[in-house]
């Protein structure tokens, strides 16, 4: 299987959340995540944020994984609840652990600051553990990341076989 948590290969301080999160379910390098990524972004008109701070969509990560092969079922949506009601990431991470692969999105109160990580058989990558997979524990997620609070939850749940064929033109 080409999906599963693993240390995020090539990280640095500079990789946000995002790039983080995919480089450490796929395998591949931070640059070309990003790339992929901005691409995505431009689809929309967008330009990729390379400030962590702002907000970005995570549909653009979602079709990065998508053309790399991965689709995802929506497997928790929190965005009907008042932030108030939706659970902190550290509070998330309380959960019994699964053994699905999941990407877990959050935003702040103002909803113009996202994050997202990696979590699968009760560990987690993201940046805030420099890109390497560590235990799952409400103990590692630094106060600045438990502004965010839980939005929605994505698992992978089918591989396709064929995910060369999507990268045409890359």
Same mark, same amino acid.
């Given at each position: 299987?080409?999906?599963?948590?693993?240390?995020?290969?090539?990280? !640095? #301080?500079?990789?946000?959340?995002? !790039?983080?999160?995919?480089?450490?379910? !796929?395998?591949?390098?931070?640059?070309?995540?990003?790339? /992929?990524?901005?691409?995505?972004?431009?689809?929309?008109?967008?330009?990729?944020?390379?400030?962590?701070?702002?907000?970005?969509? $995570?549909?653009?990560?979602?079709?990065?994984?998508?053309? /790399?092969?991965? #689709?995802?079922?929506?497997?928790?949506?929190?965005? #009907?609840?008042?932030?108030?009601?939706?659970?902190? $990431?550290?509070?998330?991470?309380?959960?019994?652990?699964?053994? #699905?692969?999941?990407?877990?999105?959050?935003?702040?109160?103002?909803?113009?600051? !996202?994050? =997202?990580?990696?979590?699968?058989?009760?560990?987690?990558?993201?940046?805030?553990?420099?890109?390497?997979?560590?235990?799952?524990?409400?103990?590692? =997620?630094?106060?600045?990341?438990?502004?965010?609070? =839980?939005?929605?939850?994505?698992? $992978?749940?089918?591989?396709?076989?064929?995910?060369?064929?999507? /990268? =045409?033109?890359?």
């Amino acid at each position: 299987m080409k999906f599963f948590l693993r240390d995020a290969p090539g990280w !640095t #301080e500079n990789v946000v959340c995002t !790039t983080t999160t995919l480089c450490a379910v !796929t395998g591949e390098q931070p640059g070309y995540i990003a790339t /992929l990524i901005s691409r995505r972004a431009a689809l929309r008109g967008k330009v990729y944020p390379a400030d962590p701070a702002q907000a970005y969509n $995570i549909g653009d990560c979602l079709d990065v994984m998508r053309d /790399l092969g991965a #689709e995802f079922v929506q497997s928790e949506n929190y965005s #009907e609840l008042p932030y108030a009601n939706r659970s902190l $990431i550290s509070d998330y991470l309380r959960r019994l652990p699964s053994s #699905e692969l999941k990407l877990v999105f959050g935003e702040n109160e103002a909803a113009d600051m !996202t994050h =997202v990580f990696a979590l699968q058989n009760g560990e987690l990558v993201d940046t805030y553990t420099f890109g390497k997979k560590v235990v799952a524990s409400p103990a590692i =997620v630094p106060q600045a990341c438990d502004v965010h609070r =839980v939005k929605r939850v994505f698992n $992978i749940v089918e591989i396709n076989p064929d995910w060369m064929d999507t /990268l =045409v033109g890359v």
